[in-house]
């Protein structure tokens, strides 16, 4: 699992592979600002984006999400 902090967003981005099968799928899950370090502040809860996509190994499935995450960053995770 890869982050990246984006403005006063951290997204996390990973490829998962499928159950039971030979595709990666891409997730994603952001957070926002918080005031507290010990915790932070989901504004999109883990979960698989591009759910029409799969990829043919994790890095490509990370690559996807992370693009994803950044369109959503861009759009602003809260209103999805």
Do not use: C
């Not at 490829?15 to 799928?25: N, T």
């Not at 809860?45 to 591009?50: A, C, E, H, I, K």
């Not at 994790?58 to 959503?72: D, I």
Request: net charge negative.
């Amino acid at each position: 699992m890869a982050t990246e902090q984006i403005g006063d967003y951290e997204i996390e981005y990973s490829g998962q592979r499928v159950i039971g099968g030979d595709g990666w799928v891409a997730n994603v899950a952001i957070f926002g600002h918080s005031t507290n370090p010990m915790h932070r502040n989901p504004v999109f809860p883990s979960q698989r984006v591009l759910p029409d996509q799969t990829f043919d190994d994790e890095k490509s499935a990370e690559e996807g999400a992370r693009k994803a995450a950044h369109e959503l960053v861009e759009s602003g995770p809260g209103h999805h």
